[in-house]
């Protein structure tokens, strides 16, 4: 039995406290509070370092939490309104995030980036910071250093503020659990600078370097964004030779998809754009992952595909065509980009003069880390129905929230491909 005030269950019940276990979803919906919370600060955290803030995510980070403690709260009920409250105020911090992010780089634009090497010493940064990255890129510019981005980094080539330096060259490897063997195989070296960062192996971690939040005991760990270490150690490495690789596109912000509304209803009402799917979310390592590439894969020609985050690495090298000029996998960039999606799917529904749930949209997500979580506690709070999450139920969602996620919101656990998605499409 749980006892809500040591935080542990205990067989028989808790002897000291005496209010155990009755009521395993309370523990449950804090444990999804508490994720949603580290994803919502998180953005917070980006949107910080670039100038802009908002009182009201921080004075509900503050409370929100302290309900958590113990001997606070045991209210099932209104911890579900504070964990779609949640997915509300990740909503507003995503938002800040974009208009951050637009404000000092520029609005993303459609770009066309190599998967393949061009010959010098390079650099490979991975994580989320954008002005890291940034900040690198000035740091390195003229001294015979090209940046590779990996991960979710991959974005950073739409930003005109980015993509305006020559030697922001090439996406290396794709989501953060190949990390191990993909860091080996580049000769470079390497920064990281958020979250999603694995422990290295001996063979390159006298190459990797960590800066802001991240950090890697025995790991080199840069302060106040001063790279000129991570620069001496990038000249002194074997240099990267010309390679081919294939292009792949990203920078489709919300702005430009909107430009295709016209178009893009034309061809709903015209029956050549049948349905769209977003697929993509946080990468789960392992065999169950290759569900999202297989389900990519057999999505019918006139159906467009919407993608974000490193989830996207899972199907991004396949070639959809287009339809009528329009890209069939539209990449939408970082997880914080979900807010591009939710700003198409709503002008979407404006313009057909319908709600949400009745447009030809379907979600296939992928979750792993808290930002996941709370991205997906943001769609709950917009009341979308009918998310399909995978490869696995979180643990933490014990069995008596999750009937109620799926009774209240019709959120289903993935299946098989085929079988997803003609249960979608009939």
């Not at 509900?60 to 113990?70: D, G, M, P, W, Y």
């Amino acid at each position: 039995m749980f006892c809500y005030q040591c935080s542990q269950t205990m067989p028989g019940g808790c002897k000291v406290h005496g209010v155990c276990g009755k009521d395993e979803d309370v523990a449950s919906l804090q444990d999804i509070l508490i994720f949603g919370l580290k994803g919502i600060a998180a953005y917070n955290y980006h949107a910080k370092r670039l100038g802009f803030s908002d009182a009201k995510i921080d004075s509900f980070i503050n409370e929100a939490l302290f309900t958590t403690l113990t001997n606070v709260n045991f209210d099932a009920d209104r911890f579900i309104e504070y964990v779609l409250k949640a997915g509300q105020m990740n909503i507003k911090a995503m938002e800040i995030l974009d208009r951050a992010h637009t404000a000092r780089f520029g609005f993303p634009q459609v770009t066309k980036v190599s998967t393949g090497a061009k010959e010098g010493h390079g650099i490979l940064v991975t994580g989320h910071d954008l002005l890291d990255l940034y900040e690198l890129i000035k740091q390195t510019e003229g001294k015979g250093i090209n940046i590779y981005t990996h991960g979710e980094m991959l974005p950073a080539h739409s930003y005109p503020e980015l993509k305006k330096f020559k030697h922001l060259v090439a996406n290396w490897g794709g989501a953060w659990a190949k990390q191990r063997e993909e860091f080996d195989d580049f000769p470079g070296a390497i920064l990281a600078t958020t979250n999603c960062v694995l422990l290295p192996k001996d063979s390159y971690r006298d190459r990797l370097f960590t800066c802001s939040v991240a950090g890697i005991k025995g790991v080199k760990h840069i302060k106040n964004m001063d790279f000129s270490d991570l620069i001496k150690k990038a000249q002194s490495l074997s240099r990267l030779k010309n390679k081919e690789g294939i292009t792949i596109l990203t920078g489709f912000h919300y702005r430009n998809v909107l430009e295709l509304t016209d178009k893009l209803i034309s061809l709903i009402k015209d029956g050549k754009i049948r349905h769209f799917f977003l697929i993509g979310g946080c990468d789960t390592p392992g065999k169950k992952g290759e569900y999202y590439r297989e389900f990519a894969r057999i999505v019918p020609k006139d159906c467009l595909i919407l993608t974000l985050a490193c989830g996207k690495y899972r199907f991004n090298d396949l070639d959809f065509g287009e339809i009528e000029g329009i890209p069939r996998l539209i990449d939408l960039g970082q997880c914080n980009n979900a807010y591009s999606a939710i700003e198409i799917v709503k002008a979407l529904a404006e313009a057909l003069n319908t709600d949400v749930n009745s447009l030809p949209v379907s979600l296939v997500l992928t979750w792993f880390e808290q930002k996941a979580v709370a991205i997906l506690l943001s769609l709950l709070a917009l009341n979308i129905k009918g998310i399909y999450i995978g490869p696995v139920a979180p643990e933490f969602i014990s069995k008596g929230v999750f009937n109620v996620l799926r009774d209240k919101f019709d959120l289903r656990l993935i299946s098989q491909s085929e079988k997803d998605l003609q249960e979608i499409l009939k």
